[in-house]
């Protein structure tokens, strides 16, 4: 069974053809004989990606920033890292700043309707651990193909080694796309001052490798602050926060099953991290692995939120951060409960 690991990768856009107006992009691009095709909205200060073209028509990824020191970064990405060159998908991957980069180009109009992940596969046969991302921001572009540029803040240079293969997946989980990855068609990073300093993602995965954890879920990639349900090597399962507070790695986690059952058939796991509280749930029972999809949260007050199960390796789970969208904090819980597609329940436990 398929390991997914649903992150939440940079919120990307595809904009407008339009002049980026940052001192010194136009000489990259200049230089290199790129034309922009596409920008990409991002939400960093002093920082620029689009989807560019060279003169042969070759497309790729440019990143361009001002580094801390005033002066000008870019990285530029033409090849695919596919191991298998088609016309329908050029997949190009470039470590940036900020995470890993992937730019997704699909000359296929069957593929590009039905397209909503990408996912990206290590060589782990053991957990058969893949990391999946949205390509909600997926756009046509002038030169009638689709394209969804994202970041990936929690695969940093070393974590991105790993990578072996890649799947295109339609909103039902279906896989519609395969191919193999080179990973020496990974461009390196820039270098920088600023990517120096941007030393968060490589501590987390660092800490985890050396715990001999396995990421489960994951959610709230940003700079300085992630969270995941993690599996360790006798399979117990436990919630963490990573944070990052002056340039230290500090992690808040628990493994305690706080199920007033204590039916072991679902975990409940809450955490009080530094600044967010977490809500992980993970079902090892079999009805719910082949039919659960969404867990529901209701309050004292009436209040309900609802969220998607991921499939695991051999479990159904969902990693929840209470925030201003799910509208209630951990005491104000009042039931947890498991449904399939239909709405039918399939397991329920009463807190309070």
């Keep these: 069974m398929k390991k997914f690991i649903t992150v939440l990768a940079g919120i990307l856009f595809l904009i407008g053809l339009?002049?980026?107006?940052?001192?010194?992009?136009?000489?990259?691009?200049?230089?290199?004989?790129?034309?922009?095709?596409?920008?990409?909205?991002?939400?960093?200060?002093?920082?620029?990606?689009?989807?560019?073209?060279?003169?042969?028509?070759?497309?790729?990824?440019?990143?361009?920033?001002?580094?801390?020191?005033?002066?000008?970064?870019?990285?530029?990405?033409?090849?695919?890292?596919?191991?298998?060159?088609?016309?329908?998908?050029?997949?190009?991957?470039?470590?940036?700043?900020?995470?890993?980069?992937?730019?997704?180009?699909?000359?296929?109009?069957?593929?590009?309707?039905?397209?909503?992940?990408?996912?990206?596969?290590?060589?782990?046969?053991?957990?058969?651990?893949?990391?999946?991302?949205?390509?909600?921001?997926?756009?046509?572009?002038?030169?009638?193909?689709?394209?969804a540029i994202v970041e990936i803040p929690s695969l940093d240079p070393t974590t991105a080694k790993g990578l072996k293969s890649i799947q295109l997946q339609s909103t039902d989980g279906k896989s519609i796309y395969k191919n193999g990855l080179l990973s020496e068609k990974i461009k390196a990073q820039a270098n920088s001052e600023r990517a120096k300093a941007n030393n968060f993602f490589p501590a987390v995965n660092k800490y985890i490798a050396d715990k001999k954890w396995k990421v489960v879920s994951s959610a709230t990639q940003k700079k300085g602050g992630y969270s995941a349900i993690l599996r360790d090597e006798q399979g117990k399962y436990r919630l963490a926060e990573f944070t990052y507070p002056d340039n230290k790695l500090a992690v808040k986690e628990t493994d305690k099953n706080t199920n007033p059952q204590q039916d072991n058939e679902v975990l409940l796991l809450q955490?009080?991290?530094?600044?967010?509280?977490?809500?992980?749930?993970?079902?090892?029972?079999?009805?719910?692995?082949?039919?659960?999809?969404?867990?529901?949260?209701?309050?004292?007050?009436?209040?309900?939120?609802?969220?998607?199960l991921h499939t695991g390796y051999n479990d159904k789970n969902a990693l929840i951060q209470l925030t201003k969208k799910t509208d209630m904090k951990m005491e104000d819980i009042a039931s947890v409960t498991i449904q399939d597609e239909k709405g039918q329940l399939l397991y329920s436990m009463e807190l309070k």
Excluded: F, H, P
């Excluded at 998908?89 to 069957?110: F, Q, R, S, Y």
């Excluded at 957990?127 to 921001?137: H, Q, T, Y």
């Excluded at 992980?280 to 969404?294: D, L």
């Design 18 to 147: 339009t002049a980026c107006g940052k001192e010194g992009i136009d000489k990259v691009l200049s230089d290199n004989s790129l034309t922009v095709i596409q920008n990409v909205k991002t939400d960093l200060k002093d920082y620029n990606l689009a989807y560019v073209k060279d003169n042969e028509d070759t497309t790729g990824v440019l990143e361009y920033y001002k580094d801390t020191n005033g002066k000008d970064v870019s990285n530029i990405q033409l090849d695919s890292a596919l191991k298998k060159k088609d016309n329908k998908v050029k997949i190009n991957l470039m470590n940036g700043l900020n995470g890993l980069i992937a730019m997704v180009e699909i000359n296929d109009k069957t593929l590009a309707s039905e397209v909503t992940d990408l996912i990206l596969e290590d060589n782990n046969k053991e957990a058969d651990e893949a990391i999946s991302v949205s390509l909600s921001n997926k756009s046509k572009t002038e030169n009638g193909k689709t394209v």
């Design 271 to 308: 955490l009080q991290g530094d600044k967010s509280q977490y809500i992980g749930i993970v079902a090892e029972v079999e009805t719910i692995i082949r039919s659960g999809a969404s867990v529901v949260l209701k309050s004292t007050d009436g209040k309900e939120y609802k969220q998607s």
